[in-house]
């Protein structure tokens, strides 16, 4: 891994149990890496394993197999205690403002816990800091007095973010953070994001489905379909030149501010057939090509590899079969023989 890397997961794959044997393949085989200081994007439809993904890096469930470093270090490997003290480095933002604290805690109580749990600190030190984190993150500091049904959406997923950088992490997943609240206060806890991370030089894998809001935060996007990575540029590169029809199908969709974009858009609509298969019996060969207009016969057959098309921008298609494989075709050819 290279100096400039937080995070690398290699051919990361999660199943879950299901009836009579068969299993659920949320993620197989997935390969990335996040940089430090940046923001990675992962979009997809739901299901598709992104938060899957999130929670694999934290830990809160166990891969069924590949490999994760964090920091030149294998996670996988570590035993309780060492996860345990690595975990102030690594916090979670959750989706549901409403479902993620705790009804019968007051908000002092909330934020102050990891750093019960983690620092030596008194009574007052403690209080102090938690009056630091509500106005970092624009609350004021009585409000730690008060119980999280009083605030609105917005203002509790603002009080997640002080939980999630009360131990100052380097590393957070950002479990779909905007997409419960409404589009006003959406682009202000974006805006927040940005700034704690400038400030803090904090790294962000931030999961969404709304593409908008991944372009205006991503450093880098990954684009999702059915358990595997279709794409991976940086994220102009995504918007202005997607390389997957799925991506192109996905941007095809958001809507256009401009009546004139927007018609031209619905013109040249990417069209998809049918429902996302299950993953308890995904497609063989390309996952994609039982809804892809442009598949061809060899889709149904040949499983692509993630190449890299141009420089840093990659695609699993058979489209685009110039390049050089992803370490995750390595990594499979090197445990098959």
């Known amino acids: 891994m290279g100096q400039s890397e937080l995070i690398e997961i290699r051919d990361l794959t999660k199943h879950f149990p299901a009836s009579r044997g068969a299993v659920v393949r949320a993620v197989?085989?997935?390969?990335?890496?996040?940089?430090?200081?940046?923001?990675?994007?992962?979009?997809?439809?739901s299901g598709c394993g992104k938060t899957t993904i999130g929670r694999c890096l934290l830990r809160?469930?166990?891969?069924t197999s590949g490999a994760i470093s964090f920091d030149n270090r294998d996670l996988l490997a570590l035993g309780r205690g060492e996860l345990r003290r690595l975990r102030r480095r690594m916090q979670i933002i959750f989706q549901d403002p409403y479902s993620s604290l705790n009804p019968r805690m007051k908000v002092g109580a909330i934020i102050g816990e990891p750093l019960s749990i983690h620092e030596s600190l008194t009574r007052q030190q403690r209080r102090d800091r938690v009056a630091e984190l509500l106005?970092?993150?624009?609350?004021?500091?009585d409000y730690a007095n008060r119980y999280p049904h009083e605030f609105s959406g917005g203002q509790r997923q603002r009080i997640g973010i002080a939980r999630a950088i009360a131990l100052k992490p380097d590393f957070i997943v950002a479990d779909e953070p905007v997409s419960a609240l409404d589009v006003s206060v959406q682009a202000q806890i974006v805006n927040l994001m940005q700034d704690l991370q400038s400030q803090f030089g904090l790294t962000y894998l931030f999961i969404s489905h709304g593409l908008a809001v991944v372009e205006h935060i991503s450093t880098r996007v990954g684009v999702m379909y059915l358990g595997k990575l279709v794409e991976l540029a940086p994220a102009a590169e995504i918007y202005s030149n997607p390389l997957h029809p799925y991506t192109q199908a996905l941007l095809a969709a958001?809507?256009?501010?401009d009546p004139d974009a927007a018609r031209?858009?619905?013109?040249?609509?990417?069209?998809?057939?049918?429902?996302?298969p299950t993953p308890l019996n995904p497609p063989s060969g390309c996952r994609f090509h039982t809804r892809c207009p442009a598949a061809i016969e060899a889709c149904r057959k040949e499983e692509p590899p993630l190449v890299e098309v141009s420089p840093g921008h990659w695609a699993a298609c058979l489209l685009h079969p110039a390049g050089v494989e992803s370490p995750?075709?390595?990594?499979?050819?090197?445990n098959n023989t």
């Open 28 to 45: 197989d085989g997935v390969t990335f890496s996040i940089r430090r200081g940046e923001t990675l994007g992962l979009v997809g439809e």
């Open 60 to 63: 809160l469930i166990e891969p």
């Open 135 to 141: 106005t970092l993150v624009g609350l004021a500091p």
């Open 254 to 257: 958001s809507p256009a501010p």
């Open 264 to 276: 031209a858009q619905k013109a040249a609509r990417v069209r998809l057939a049918g429902d996302a």
């Open 328 to 334: 995750a075709a390595t990594v499979r050819s090197s």
